[in-house]
């Protein structure tokens, strides 16, 4: 399996496999990270599958990606504008237009979406039409949503937002999808 993460631990920051490069202009992130994932082998060697694990920005990154080139999971934890924008990453379009999420579908993507119910950046409605857009479009997805859980709920480095009960139950769900991916034939 080959697994591209965005943030492996909340204390080191995000990680990606090349140096960091200076972006001078934000839409040019988007270029970017479009061209760093397409470096992903289209058969791993002893792998099964290829995943994107993302947490906030992260999750945005996952689903974009997705809607791009193929990739057997996309684990978005709390991944903002992926249906309604609100950044220039998410422009000229959010990644989950009606085309997009069409093309995730054609790609063969299964979505693990997890969130809080109390979080700033996704509301609950937006969820609920996240899954509705999916479901639409054919999308194989799975969104959870943890009612008393803020933004940033899995990391314990954020005290402040920490939910060690939606954290374990998270990271349950995480692991499992990832292992079901590993045993693909």
């Not at 040019?28 to 061209?35: E, K, S």
Request: hydrophobic share 35%.
């Amino acid at each position: 399996m080959y697994l591209s993460t965005t943030q492996p631990t909340c204390s080191q920051g995000l990680r990606t496999p090349h140096p960091p490069r200076p972006v001078p202009q934000f839409h040019q992130a988007r270029a970017l990270a479009l061209n760093d994932t397409s470096r992903i082998p289209s058969s791993p060697a002893g792998g099964a599958g290829r995943a994107f694990v993302g947490f906030s920005l992260g999750g945005h990154l996952g689903v974009l990606v997705s809607t791009c080139m193929p990739l057997d999971m996309v684990v978005e934890c709390y991944g903002g504008w992926t249906l309604d924008g609100g950044i220039p990453l998410a422009e000229p379009e959010p990644p989950l237009t009606p085309h997009g999420a069409a093309a995730m579908a054609a790609h063969g993507t299964t979505l693990l979406g997890l969130v809080g119910g109390q979080d700033f950046l996704i509301s609950m409605d937006e969820w609920q039409r996240l899954g509705q857009r999916l479901e639409q479009a054919g999308v194989r997805h799975e969104l959870i949503a943890y009612p008393a859980a803020q933004h940033g709920f899995l990391c314990e480095d954020r005290p402040e937002s920490y939910d060690a009960d939606a954290a374990e139950d998270a990271w349950k769900h995480i692991l499992k999808a990832l292992t079901q991916l590993s045993h693909q034939d």
